[in-house]
């Protein structure tokens, strides 16, 4: 059995266990999100996951330009 399919089923045991024990039943309720949301503190966390979330986008876009740039410098040598 090669690498890969070895590391496919892995990865797949994984996701199913760990989705399996993350799993919450529709009765559970979520008391730290439901105090966030009374509190308004809720927008403090989704504006944090954004900057972050957009500060990866944009470091990115600036490391494909740059790989894009020594490409072209290598290409044309």
Do not use: H, P, Y
């Not at 994984?14 to 009374?38: S, Y």
């Not at 308004?40 to 600036?62: E, S």
């Amino acid at each position: 059995m090669n690498t890969l399919k070895k590391i496919s089923l892995l990865c797949l045991f994984l996701l199913t266990t760990v989705t399996n024990l993350l799993a919450q039943t529709a009765g559970d309720q979520v008391e730290m999100a439901d105090k966030l949301r009374a509190d308004g503190k809720i927008w403090v966390v989704v504006a944090v996951v954004t900057v972050v979330f957009l500060g990866i986008v944009i470091n990115m876009l600036r490391l494909d330009s740059k790989i894009t740039k020594v490409e072209k410098e290598l290409n044309i040598k």
